[in-house]
């Protein structure tokens, strides 16, 4: 079991990225030297749009997340859960497991991308009643979650 990867900082860095060839960035290291966030990009994850001038690499960035801007969130849970018994909403300790990251991309990129990126990430399970299908990665519209992408627990 991996613990204390929230506390954890994504690194802050602009890199390119051949349009042809895979890659693999690690974004987060522990104190260890160990990594606990990576982003997975195949061949053909990036398309760029039709009106682009050809290139043969693009540019992603990947910025860290502060606590501050994630502690104010809603983070509503779904009602079959709360009938279940789950709170309403979750707090900050229970919601981000993982180092949180922004990742951005050159503006000639299509999205949603044609071929998913993976994020590898080691995660804080103390606190989270079952391990399969409790988590998900997600993203932040008008200071609230939403869980939009699915996951895969890898033990």
């Known amino acids: 079991m991996c613990v204390g990867s929230r506390d954890v ?3 802050y860095q602009t890199f390119t990225v051949d349009l042809g060839s895979p890659v693999e960035v690690t974004m987060a290291v522990d ?3 160990q990594t606990v966030g990576k982003v997975v990009i195949p061949s053909g994850a990036f398309v760029l749009l039709n009106n ?3 290139v043969n690499d693009i540019t992603i960035t990947i910025i860290p997340v502060a606590d501050s801007q994630l502690r104010s969130l809603s983070n509503p849970v779904d009602k079959s859960r709360v009938a279940r018994g789950y709170p309403e909403n979750l707090q900050f300790s229970t919601s981000v497991i993982s ?3 922004q990742c951005r991309v050159s ?3 299509q999205q949603p991308f044609p071929i998913p990126i993976s994020y590898v ?3 804080d399970l103390q606190g989270i009643a079952t391990r399969t299908n409790d988590s998900c990665l997600a993203t932040i519209v008008q200071n609230s979650w939403v869980s939009s992408f699915a996951s895969t627990w890898c033990f």
């Open 107 to 109: 503006s000639t990129v």
């Open 31 to 33: 104190d260890n030297s």
């Open 9 to 11: 900082r994504a690194t």
């Open 99 to 101: 180092a949180a990251f």
């Open 52 to 54: 682009s001038i050809p």
């Open 121 to 123: 990430a080691a995660v």
